[in-house]
């Protein structure tokens, strides 16, 4: 087993750091762990309440604020455990929190760094990852406002930054990585350090089964800098970084739209459209391998042709079946033209109904077209491939997608 110094910057907000200590006394199951509080010259009663403190404990004092990355980076010179978790002084922490990100580590042999799901006093999550988008490349909280418990925060997932408000991460990478850069201002350090255990090869995971009770940047100061700490972040990684915000959100089946500086989520919506042509046990056994094979959340399953109430029973076994009733003369025409001028979904497929479909096909597909922003035809020739021809898809994966249309 494996020491951990839970390192604790601080800075006044004596009342915060005695909430953040009780939890860390109550909720810390883990069995082998050090505390470090780093005061960067507080002049309430922190240093009364460091002084109270029993157990493995270790106090450092600066007589001024050295700001959050000095101050990290002195408590990593003073650790003696292998892992390093970094805690703001304004959390809560709950039950098994620390066990989660050890477990999480262990879970994932080349991983660097693990970060919790972090939620404002309100029970909404303020942390589930850090995404990066296509406009300025700054990282910004994922779900940031979403419910506690919603499933996109609800799941382990590999990212490329985690806040460090609650951060473990272990020593010798964080070493090689030169620790925090102390250029920053209380900001950003942590999406840098994140990005720097990247490039060395480290994996950075978020993990659901630790939670924290994050009162949101309390510490005095706390955005001072943010100008100077956006524009040094640019300097150093805008041309390195790859936007992953939209292949992220397609996983779950959401759309980044921005507008100016705000960003909106929407959520795609997908018809999967089966033609029938007086098969029903084809298109059964079809739309079973469907839902059998397909986790993407917002997708309808529409069968379409000229006597489709032969098989509307299909409508009591699974809800995500709808029918539509085509003339002769409509299901004599190309099905995906038809399905285009006629559903409003963001995404529009017609499937052959004796395709082989293999777990997350549609979940790849999404995150595809969201990668190279394709909107138009993609058209089944031997080779699934855009209208301008620059970027195909493999056959033995698509192989029986007749149309695909992105609106």
């Given amino acids: 087993m494996q020491k951990v110094s839970v390192i604790v910057p601080l800075y006044n907000q004596a009342e915060l750091t005695a909430k953040c200590f009780d939890s860390l006394s109550r909720f810390t199951e883990y069995p082998l762990w050090e505390l470090i509080a780093v005061d960067n010259g507080s002049t309430d009663a922190t240093p009364e309440l460091l002084s ?6 270790k106090t450092l004092r600066s007589e001024f604020n050295l700001g959050f990355a000095k101050a990290c980076n002195l408590g990593a010179e003073n650790a003696a455990g292998k892992l390093l978790c970094f805690l703001n002084n304004d959390t809560e922490v709950t039950k098994g929190w620390l066990t989660a990100l050890v477990n999480c580590l262990k879970r994932h042999p080349q991983a660097a760094a693990a970060g919790g799901r972090l939620l404002f006093p309100d029970g909404t999550v303020q942390h589930a990852g850090i995404v990066f988008d296509k406009i300025d490349r700054i990282g910004y909280h994922i779900y940031r406002g979403f419910p506690a418990d919603a499933p996109e925060v609800s799941r382990e997932r590999k990212v490329k930054a985690v806040t460090a408000a609650c951060m473990l991460v272990k020593k010798d990478a964080f070493k090689q990585a030169g620790g925090f850069d102390e250029d920053y201002w209380n900001g950003f350090e942590d999406v840098d350090l994140s990005l720097k255990l990247g490039e060395s090869g480290g994996e950075i995971y978020y993990t659901p089964a630790c939670r924290v009770i994050h009162h949101t940047s309390a510490t005095p100061g706390r955005k001072d800098a943010d100008i100077e700490n956006a524009q040094l972040f640019q300097r150093k990684w805008y041309d390195k970084i790859q936007p992953d915000e939209d292949i992220f959100l397609a996983e779950d089946g ?15 919506t997908c018809d999967i459209f089966i033609p029938f042509k007086d098969n ?57 033209e038809w399905a ?42 031997n080779k699934l491939q855009s209208i301008d021809s620059r970027r195909v898809l493999p056959a033995d994966f698509y192989d029986g997608i007749d149309g695909f249309f992105l609106r």
Avoid: Q
């Avoid at 109270?52 to 404990?57: A, K, M, Q, R």
């Avoid at 098989?311 to 995500?320: D, F, M």
């Fill in 340 to 381: 285009v001028e006629h559903s409003n979904a963001d995404i529009i497929i017609t499937i052959d109904s004796g395709m082989n479909i293999k777990s997350d096909w549609l979940i790849e597909l999404v995150k595809w077209s969201a990668s190279v922003n394709v909107k138009g035809w993609l058209i089944r020739d």
């Fill in 254 to 268: 959401w759309r980044a739209i921005w507008e100016g500086t705000t960003c909106k989520l929407k959520k795609i």
């Fill in 52 to 57: 109270s403190l029993s157990g493995d404990v």
């Fill in 280 to 336: 029903p046990e084809e298109v059964e056994a079809c739309v079973e391998k469907v839902i059998t094979n397909t986790v993407f959340p917002n997708y309808t399953i529409k069968i379409a042709g000229a006597g489709v109430d032969k098989i509307k029973y299909l409508r009591v076994l699974y809800n995500r079946v709808d029918f539509v009733e085509l003339s002769p003369l409509e299901s004599n025409r190309d099905i995906t």
